[in-house]
């Protein structure tokens, strides 16, 4: 149809809003309550308009075109209506911007530049509101609060967890959770990008910075495998927070807790920041140059010994050059899966573990099967596009889980079961609740990275195959880390090249069966004490191993006590490279800041590697062999079918397992203050007893000469049977062993 | 009332009945009539615990009850006395003179408007609204039941009934 | 005299069955069982009669009727006996002492706009009294088996289940009681939709005054030629109007609609005391006030009030004596509308209360006369830049107040003392 805006002709579509229309034509109307994700409520006032015709102005957000309209978005009467509405907002409106976190990017400072009246003829005393303490992400400040309600709505529809509330009534009117309660959605800091106002703040960014002084940077996330774009914002070489850019693909307008907040572990103290070299038992500091002709020699000193393990969340560049090297120099035991204990599945495992369909697309699913994931805490993102979807295309949800957690969407069927009970229940498909989905139907099943941790995961993996294919269900297998697809690609698995070409001269099939005949340990971004499924066996194993080489950020004891050199690595927002992500998506970020000190990026430390070992290879010629590598790779599916697989028998072995919180998924998180102290920073081990769990029974564990004693009555978990569910004490340590070892129960 | 997760079983029977007026998945709209009701088992007043017992027995986030609990005048956050006193003071029966009553009784109860007696016997509330009762003017309720042409003398002989216990 | 609505009013035991049968009562709705009638023929005669919505729009209810959205199969109905409009004190008698007249109304409106279940949502305040009189009368009518399952033998099954609010004026509002009824803040929601199109839980429904319900089965019962012709001369129909203030005898009034002011100024005896007539407000406490002289010999009608610059609105009419200081009166009103404010507006949250803080100014004696200057300038930045009415109706008795009475209130700035004493 078409409609006129300030007397100009425009084009506009059925069911549009006027603010829909002139958004899209930049042209600019103020809004407050408005947002383009958010449903409408048209109750702030500050879009309304002329409308020829109309007796009073109307709100743009929420009137709907009409054929031959007459809207103007300038003139004396729109410009009065907005001037009042700004005027009502200001007159309880601190004044108090010289303080304020959001101003220069205030929305109501600019509209009042543009629209307000300088002097106010308000005379009566200012609205104070008593700030509380929602949590340790967001700080507020309520006084200034302008009521528009997006922080409301967003929790309602689209974090589906409604904390925030709007209390009171008329002028005393107040935004508030119940009772200070804290905020527990893992995407409770959108509402700070979300407040036009200086409301809601970023606790970490809380007073560090102005606005104007920042520079902006564009980054991906590390955290998770889908790749939110970030924008960082810089200060001196310093981020002070991150926001969402937007991506209608992955993150939309919003961002991950984890992602907002995920860069305070940066500025951890426990940085390592210079060279390392030990003597006499300890590490002292060293010159870079020292270290590269010691790695170099030690290379070919103990290959192929050596165990070289990487973490998943390094860039593609610099796993395809690790492995380059260490191939070149006969070392074949490279491996990314520290947290894992079963390989049985990994000849048949495609090249690229992938979200079989774009996200965007789950809208489109009549069915999707969750495999041991809670996608609300894992995924928090994830978690927007199934709400979208039960919303708008009923689709239902099946969570199948070997623990008990809640989703911020509503779900079918919820089951749990112990391990073995879900592999029954996957291969018995035909004769219980997933009997409902068929084969004509579109159907997705989600395997989350959890399974990988799991004993059994390859019976996991098969099964959940051969049901997606009974079904025909598309697969999608969600990493663990941020490049864990690109890890699988890079070659940073002992059995496969890059492009997944199958390599037949490795010796042993994974990192943990290497161990025996181990001389040296080359250990890249990963903690001994956290990363792995076993810490107890790896930090034998690097006791009793002749060298340890690490790069890494962060200093543990283990690596204190362990390494023999130390490479001061630099964390992701420092370094420059492409992860791909969960949609084979490859994104490159740029270094937002420079490394600390004398930390450098790992690619530097493995180009100067290779030089010392006589091999030269560009950074140009390296994303020319990534390219040429991904695009070379054939991707079918992601069904993983194994023969011969021992059927899980009624009483099958227990098995104990750990519950890691998200939040402490990779070394930068795990020091990140605000986060630990939300309510979700607790590891569990669940820990499955042979035996009827009477109340109040005592317990006792004994795991490598560790004795715990538990009580069982507080602990008891329904589901899976006689579980008993653990919370790790300390802030991220954990002191009980891990998944694979051996425990007695008393 | 005191309780934790629970509510006695003569409450959620009463709570069901007004579940039982709205259709099925529509437990939210239970909130309002079932506060009320609580309040009126818990000397006319609510607190957080009962809010988030309702919450949970209605499988509603806590903010959502509270949300309604704050708008709605007739919900104290606070304990009150006993008999709630609401004298209209609005256009028609201001015309005849209710500021007037309220100051009398103001005195005579010896509190303010918002404020209940030390004995707790009385409870003199703000009331902002008109209670509909224009052409009985003066008027006030107490209790909810309304006692309308108002005197000193008729204050005096009513609030003087009202027993002690 | 005609009596509708109020026809059970002076019988004993009024609001029991057996007086509402004994007058005829639920005839319409036994006939409209009796020989199925066609929705489409309720709906015509209900329109036909010119019935108009006793609320306060005034809005046509057959009219309305027919808007409701028949591509949806699940619909309702609900009554608005939440009457808080300042100086209206009509439902609540309706509901204790005719309630039936109210749920043989609803039964008919359920049928005419298929809706299986209407709700009466009563205002929090009538929970000592009227609440428990119309619980009692629906008891009644399940147990005669005029509502429920299979109502007197037939295929229709129509509930009427009352609702009780917890004291918020903004909740007579249609769409504010829709959210209501939902369990949320009474705060109206942005029109379109309308509730005929999307109302409760997302549903066609209807949602009518109580007095216009309870009128609809008199007007089943005699014709919409009768109820019609009830008016005086061109006005159509009847009206309850809430008589307040300074009179002799304050008292709740149905009248054929145009009846001359000065008529129901006698039914009252007159001014209280035998004080001359000041100013009316005819309509609710909302709508604009007019100075006595110029309402006197009004007839009370839609369309006269309105040529006198004002509104019949809910028929509550608050009459003021010579002695009233209009001051006080309007600080009063402001009070109100600042309170009630359900607080979602930006003009209404925060003009409501600068309205009210520079009214309490001016009355404390702290006025100036650029106060005066900025009460009509807020007035009109609120009015008409809100989602619901509210906002109007703060703002429209303070642009009445000092267009009617601007020497009074400079008088007031200037003494820092009523003009009145
Ligand atoms: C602020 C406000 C308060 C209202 N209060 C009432 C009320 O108490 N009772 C009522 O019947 N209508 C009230 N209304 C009017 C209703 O919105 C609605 O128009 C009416 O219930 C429709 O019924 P009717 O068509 O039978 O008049 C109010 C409207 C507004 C804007
Ligand atoms: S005008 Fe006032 S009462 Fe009406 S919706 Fe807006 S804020 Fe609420
Ligand atoms: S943006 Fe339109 S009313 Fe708020």
Not at chain 3, 113 to 121: K, Q, R, T
Not at chain 3, 224 to 240: A, F, H, Q, R
Request: proline fraction near 4%; charge should be negative.
């Amino acid at each position: 149809m078409e409609i006129f805006i300030n007397d100009n002709k425009h084009e506009a579509f059925d069911n549009e809003t006027i603010i829909q229309v002139t958004d899209r034509l930049n042209i600019h109307i103020p809004r407050f309550c408005y947002h383009k994700r958010l449903s409408i409520v048209a109750s702030c006032r500050m879009c309304l308009i002329e409308v020829e015709g109309a007796k009073f102005p109307q709100p743009a957000c929420s009137t709907l075109v009409r054929e031959g309209m007459k809207i103007k978005t300038t003139g004396s009467v729109t410009e009065d209506a907005q001037k009042s509405t700004m005027e009502f907002l200001l007159i309880n409106h601190p004044l108090d911007c010289p303080v304020c976190d959001q101003a220069g990017e205030c929305e109501l400072q600019d509209v009042s530049l543009d629209h307000g009246d300088y002097k106010s003829n308000y005379n009566e005393m200012k609205r104070t509101v008593i700030d509380k303490d929602i949590g340790s992400l967001v700080s507020t400040e309520m006084t200034r609060c302008i009521h528009c309600s997006r922080c409301v709505r967003f929790g309602e529809e689209v974090a589906g967890i409604k904390e925030l509330g709007m209390t009171g009534r008329g002028e005393k009117t107040k935004i508030e959770t119940f009772v200070n309660q804290s905020l527990t959605s893992e995407l409770s800091g959108n509402v700070i990008d979300l407040c036009p106002v200086g409301a809601l703040n970023n606790n970490l960014y809380k007073y560090s910075a102005r606005t104007w002084d920042l520079e902006q940077k564009n980054s991906i996330s590390f955290n998770d495998c889908l790749g939110s774009n970030i924008y960082y914002h810089i200060y001196k070489n310093s981020i002070k927070r991150a926001v969402p850019k937007e991506n209608e693909q992955i993150n939309l307008s919003w961002l991950s807790d984890r992602d907002r907040f995920g860069h305070e572990g940066i500025e951890s103290n426990e940085r390592i920041l210079l060279p390392m070299i030990k003597e006499n038992n300890k590490l002292i500091q060293s010159d870079l140059n020292s270290l590269y002709s010691i790695t170099a020699e030690k290379i070919k000193e103990f290959s192929p010994n050596t165990t070289a393990i990487m973490s998943a969340q390094s860039s593609c560049e610099e796993m395809y050059l690790y492995q380059k090297i260490l191939r070149e120099n006969g070392i074949t035991n490279i491996d990314h899966r520290t947290k894992e204990c079963d390989f049985r599945y990994q000849e048949n495992y495609p090249v690229i573990p992938s979200f079989d369909i774009k996200i965007n697309d789950l809208a489109k699913m009549d069915n999707i099967i969750l495999v041991n994931t809670n996608i609300s805490k894992e995924f928090p993102i994830l978690s927007i596009y199934l709400r979208n979807a039960i919303k708008n295309n009923s689709t239902n949800v099946f969570s199948l889980a070997t623990y008990n957690y809640s989703e911020n969407f509503d779900t079918n069927i919820n089951e749990i079961f112990s391990p073995t009970d879900l592999v029954r229940y996957l291969r018995d498909s035909a004769n219980n609740q997933l009997a409902s989905i068929e084969s004509n139907h579109k159907n997705l099943i989600i395997l989350g990275p959890s399974s990988t941790h799991l004993k059994n995961y390859t019976e996991i993996l098969n099964s959940t195959s051969n049901f997606a294919k009974l079904t025909n269900s598309k697969l999608a297998l969600l990493g663990d880390l941020s490049n864990s697809s690109g890890a699988w690609a890079m070659g940073i698995i002992p059995h496969r090249l890059p492009g997944g070409i199958q390599c037949d001269k490795y010796k042993e099939k994974n990192y943990v069966s290497a161990y025996p005949s181990n001389d040296m340990f080359i250990v890249y971004n990963l903690e001994p004490e956290y990363d792995f499924s076993n810490d107890i066996e790896i930090l034998d194993k690097l006791k009793k191993s002749k060298y340890n080489i690490f790069f890494s950020s962060y200093i543990t004891d283990a690596i204190e006590k362990y390494a023999d050199i130390v490479f001061p690595l630099a964390v992701q927002q420092e370094s420059t490279g492409t992860h791909l992500n969960t949609n084979k998506q490859l994104q490159k970020s740029e270094a937002v800041i420079l490394p600390k000190e004398k930390a450098k990026p790992g690619l530097d430390f493995l180009h100067n590697i290779s030089k010392a070992l006589g091999l030269d290879i560009s950074n140009k010629q390296i994303s020319q062999d990534i390219s040429k590598i991904l695009s070379s790779i054939n991707i079918t599916d992601n069904y993983v079918i194994t023969e011969n697989l021992r059927v899980p028998k009624e009483k099958d072995i227990l098995e104990k397992y750990i519950i890691r919180s998200p939040n402490t998924n990779n070394p930068t998180l795990r020091r990140c203050e605000s986060l630990l102290n939300t309510h979700d920073a607790d590891n569990f081990m669940s820990l499955p007893m042979d035996m009827n769990i009477t109340e109040d029974k005592k317990v006792t564990l004994t795991e490598h000469s560790k004795q715990i004693k538990i009580n069982t009555n507080i602990k008891t978990h329904s589901k899976p049977e006689n579980t008993i569910l653990l919370k790790f004490s300390g802030r991220y340590k954990q002191k009980l062993g891990s998944c694979n070892s051996v425990i007695d129960i008393e | 009332m005191n309780f934790k997760d629970n509510f006695p079983k003569h409450l959620i029977e009463e709570i069901d009945v007004i579940r039982s007026k709205f259709p099925p998945d529509k437990s939210k709209s239970a909130i309002i009539e079932s506060l009320l009701i609580i309040q009126h088992h818990n000397n006319g007043y609510l607190n957080e615990e009962l809010i988030s017992s309702l919450a949970n027995y209605l499988g509603l986030t806590k903010i959502d009850v509270y949300e309604v609990a704050t708008f709605y005048s007739m919900f104290n956050l606070k304990p009150i006395g006993k008999n709630i006193i609401s004298v209209c003071t609005n256009v028609s029966c201001m015309l005849r003179k209710s500021d007037d009553i309220l100051n009398y009784i103001e005195k005579k109860l010896n509190i303010k408007v918002g404020e209940s007696t030390k004995d707790n016997k009385f409870y003199l509330k703000d009331e902002m609204e008109c209670l509909a009762a224009c052409n009985g003017a003066p008027m006030m309720q107490i209790n909810h039941i309304n006692y309308e042409n108002l005197t000193y003398e008729k204050i005096d002989k009513i609030l003087d009934e009202i027993p002690n216990d | 005299m005609i009596k509708l609505c109020t026809a059970t009013f002076s019988l004993d035991n009024p609001s029991s069955i057996e007086t509402y049968l004994a007058q005829d009562g639920y005839h319409s709705w036994k006939k409209i069982i009796r020989d199925k009638t066609p929705k489409s023929e309720i709906i015509r005669l209900v329109k036909e009669s010119g019935l108009k919505g006793k609320g306060g729009a005034g809005f046509l209810t057959g009219l309305k009727w027919s808007f409701i959205n028949s591509a949806e199969k699940q619909r309702y109905l609900v009554c608005n006996s939440d009457e808080s409009e300042p100086g209206t004190c009509k439902d609540r008698d309706i509901l204790r002492y005719n309630p039936h007249a109210v749920i043989e109304g609803m039964l008919i409106a359920c049928y005419a706009i298929d809706a299986s279940v209407g709700y009466n949502y009563l205002r929090g305040e009538f929970i000592g009294d009227q609440w428990i009189v119309f619980n009692t009368a629906v008891k009644e009518a399940y147990k005669n088996n005029l509502i429920g399952n299979k109502v007197l033998n037939s295929d229709i099954s129509i509930d009427i289940i009352p609702l009780i609010g917890a004291g918020a004026y903004i909740v007579g509002e249609e769409t504010a009681m829709l959210e209501s009824i939902e369990g949320k803040r009474g705060m109206p929601r942005i029109k379109p939709p309308f509730p005929a199109v999307q109302g409760l839980y997302g549903k066609p429904t209807i949602i009518n005054n109580t007095e216009t319900l309870a009128t609809v089965p008199y007007i089943l019962k005699n014709g919409d030629e009768w109820y019609k012709n009830l008016g005086l001369n061109d006005s159509i129909g009847v009206k309850m109007f809430c008589m307040s203030g300074h009179l002799n005898r304050p008292d709740v009034i149905e009248a054929p609609l145009g009846i001359p002011f000065s008529e129901l100024l006698n039914q009252c005896g007159g001014i209280l005391d035998n004080k001359k007539l000041k100013a009316v407000i005819p309509g609710g406490s909302s709508v604009p006030v007019v100075k006595g002289k110029d309402i006197i010999n009004i007839p009370m009608d839609y369309e006269s009030l309105m040529s006198i610059g004002t509104m019949l609105g809910s028929g509550g009419i608050i009459v003021m004596d010579e002695s009233t200081c209009m001051v006080s009166v309007l600080e009063r009103i402001s009070r109100f509308y600042y309170a009630e404010s359900c607080g979602q507006c930006t003009p209404c949250r925060e003009g409501t209360g600068w309205l009210y803080k520079t009214l309490v100014k001016i009355k404390s004696g702290r006025g100036t006369q650029s106060d005066l200057d900025l009460l009509n300038r807020i007035a009109n930045q609120i009015e008409g830049h809100c989602i619901c009415a509210l906002g109007d109706a703060a703002a429209m008795p303070v642009i009445s107040f000092l267009k009617n009475f601007w020497n009074e209130f400079e008088y007031y700035v200037d003494k820092k003392e009523s003009m009145v004493g």
